[in-house]
Nanobody
Framework: QVQLVESGGGLVQAGGSLRLSCTAS????????MGWYRQAPGKQRELVAT???????RYADSVKGRFTISRDNAKRMVDLQMSSLKPEDTAVYYC??????????WGQGTQVTVSS
């Protein structure tokens, strides 16, 4: 069992920045993909950004050019730098990890609120 702990959420004004961090309790060297997802009230959870073990990244169209995902296997961390935040970015953000053996885990989520 791997636990993921997110941090860095909070309240920010539109146009501001936040950095989310996620730390895994176990090794992520064999993690195929790590990523961030979000869920706004009344909406389904959606992909924000993912990064593979080879460093390939993928972003939702809505965050391209504003968000940057990074991964540090040695520190067991995946971060999400968010800039030029918009009110529509308001959501609970979840960290996830998927291993090559198909195990997958989710964090508890961290709230991000962007005021207009």
């Amino acid at each position: 069992q791997v636990q993921l702990v997110e941090s860095g959420g909070g309240l920010v004004q539109a146009g501001g920045s936040l950095r989310l961090s996620c730390t895994a309790s176990g090794s992520i060297f064999s993690a195929d993909s790590m990523g961030w997802y979000r869920q706004a009230p009344g909406k389904q959870r959606e992909l924000v950004a993912t990064v593979t073990n080879s460093g390939r990244t993928r972003y939702a169209d809505s965050v391209k050019g504003r968000f940057t995902i990074s991964r540090d296997n040695a520190k067991r961390m995946v971060d999400l730098q968010m800039s030029s935040l918009k009110p529509e970015d308001t959501a609970v953000y979840y960290c996830s990890v998927r291993y090559y053996d198909s195990r997958a885990y989710w964090g508890q989520g961290t709230q991000v609120t962007v005021s207009s």
